[in-house]
C-alpha cells in the first residue's frame, strides 16, 4: 500500500517508523498530528531550532499539546517548483479534527507568517 493511500485512508503501518505511533486514550485510538517540511534550502540556512519553534507554533493554532505533536525537517531536497529550482519550502499536516473551510485559511496566515521571515523565501514560491 503507498504512503498517501496509507493516509488517506487513516492507517498507519507499523513498518514505516517515520510516522507518528497510534496511541490509546480510553479504548480508542488516535493518531498523532504529523507535519513535513521539505526545502531545497540547506540546513545552515535555517535556524538549529526551527523544528522546535514551528512545533510550538502548530501545538497553539492547531489547538493540540505540543507533545504529541511530530515534526520532520528534511533540508538540502533535490526539488523543483514552477519548473524552476529557485528556494522553496513544502509544508504537509496530517492530524484529526483541526482541518476545515472556516479554520484553514487562520492556519495558512499564522504558518505564512511565521514561515517568511525564517527562510527567505518570496510568498510565491
Same mark, same amino acid.
Request: glycine letters at 6%; one cysteine or more; proline letters at 6%.
Given at each position: 500500500?503507498s #504512503? ?5 485512508g487513516?492507517?498507519w503501518?507499523?513498518?514505516?517508523? #517515520?510516522?507518528?505511533? !497510534? ?9 498523532? =498530528?504529523? %507535519?513535513?517540511?521539505? !526545502? ?7 535556524? =538549529?531550532?526551527?523544528?522546535?519553534? #514551528?512545533?510550538?507554533l ?8 505540543e507533545?504529541?505533536i ?5 533540508? &538540502?531536497?533535490?526539488m %523543483?517548483r514552477?519548473? !524552476? ?6 509544508i504537509n ?5 483541526? #482541518?476545515?473551510e ?10 505564512? &507568517?511565521?514561515?517568511?521571515?525564517e527562510?527567505?523565501? =518570496?510568498?510565491?514560491?
Amino acid at each position: 500500500m503507498s #504512503f498517501l493511500r496509507q493516509l488517506v485512508g487513516g492507517v498507519w503501518r507499523k513498518h514505516n517508523s #517515520f510516522l507518528p505511533k !497510534t496511541i490509546t486514550f480510553t479504548g480508542q485510538k488516535r493518531h498523532l =498530528p504529523y %507535519c513535513s517540511v521539505d !526545502t531545497n534550502l540547506g540546513k545552515a540556512q535555517l535556524s =538549529p531550532d526551527f523544528h522546535i519553534r #514551528f512545533s510550538k507554533l502548530l501545538a497553539r493554532i492547531l489547538g493540540k499539546d505540543e507533545k504529541l505533536i511530530t515534526v520532520s525537517l528534511r533540508t &538540502d531536497v533535490t526539488m %523543483c517548483r514552477s519548473g !524552476t529550482d529557485r528556494p522553496n519550502i513544502v509544508i504537509n499536516i496530517w492530524s484529526i479534527g483541526v #482541518f476545515d473551510e472556516q479554520r484553514n485559511p487562520n492556519y495558512t496566515n499564522q504558518i505564512y &507568517d511565521f514561515i517568511l521571515p525564517e527562510v527567505n523565501i =518570496p510568498a510565491e514560491r
